[in-house]
Antibody, heavy 121, light 109 residues
Framework: QLQLQESGPGLVKPSETLSLTCTVS??????????WGWIRQPPGKGLEWIGS???????YYNPSLRSRVTISVDTSKNQFSLKLSSVTAADAAVYFC?????????????WGQGTLVTVSS | QTVVTQEPSLTVSPGGTVTLSCASS?????????PSWFQQKPGQAPRPLIY???NKHSWTPARFSGSLLGGRPALTLSGVQPEDEADYYC?????????FGGGTKLTVL
């Protein structure tokens, strides 16, 4: 059964880099049919797609975050990761990882439970 | 940058029918935008309901249906239950990127 689990520091200082990892279990991250994505949700606000990565490391990013975001994949650990640099209070959010159908047809079918990241000195 | 707009809030009576919609700043939405819908309750991850306009996941209750109405994706709930009170988000695909709508808060009253 597919499971996705986010992990990483729950507190990041302003101007520093936020780093999160999503561990995938139940399926190989190298499966050619899927992308793997990050989504965030600030407290009390809506969802925002951050970016997606293919197992080959091909990436797509939200244009509004592109200059600060790096998504990478580690197939040996069946994980993919998010780095967001120069964080501010506006980056405080629950961060979700998800599996994305490579064709787009099935969309974002499976999600992790999310992890809360606070930005504070 | 593309903006996807949803009704901020809607209210429906139990047993009633309600339609939620979303609109793209780029114009008419088509099946090529793979419209999908999610339900989110407080403290939970979004739960996928509809993919590619009108397809239900295996766990999606029959009372939920998706469609395209005049170039706008729509989510219809028929025979609304109290447990359907939640936030609902649409999601659209644009050439490699995805954009969420701002969400609709559905109140069952």
């Amino acid at each position: 059964q597919l499971q996705l689990q986010e992990s990483g520091p729950g507190l990041v200082k302003p101007s520093e880099t936020l780093s999160l990892t999503c561990t995938v279990s139940g399926v190989s991250i190298s499966t050619s049919s899927y992308y793997w994505g990050w989504i965030r949700q600030p407290p009390g606000k809506g969802l925002e797609w951050i970016g997606s990565i293919y197992y080959s490391a091909s990436t797509y990013y939200n244009p509004s975050l592109r200059s600060r975001v790096t998504i990478s994949v580690d197939t040996s650990k069946n994980q993919f990761s998010l780095k967001l640099s120069s964080v501010t209070a506006a980056d405080a959010a629950v961060y979700f990882c998800a599996r994305v159908d490579g064709s787009g047809w099935y969309g974002f079918e499976h999600w992790g439970q999310g992890t809360l990241v606070t930005v504070s000195s | 940058q593309t903006v996807v707009t949803q009704e901020p809030s809607l209210t429906v009576s139990p047993g009633g029918t309600v339609t939620l919609s979303c609109a793209s700043s780029t114009g008419a939405v088509t099946s090529d935008n793979y419209p999908s819908w999610f339900q989110q309750k407080p403290g939970q991850a979004p739960r996928p309901l509809i993919y590619s306009t009108n397809n239900k996941h295996s766990w999606t209750p029959a009372r939920f249906s998706g469609s395209l109405l005049g170039g706008r994706p729509a989510l219809t709930l028929s025979g609304v239950q109290p447990e359907d009170e939640a936030d609902y988000y649409c999601l659209l695909y644009f050439s490699g990127t995805w954009v969420f709508g701002g969400g609709t808060k559905l109140t069952v009253l």
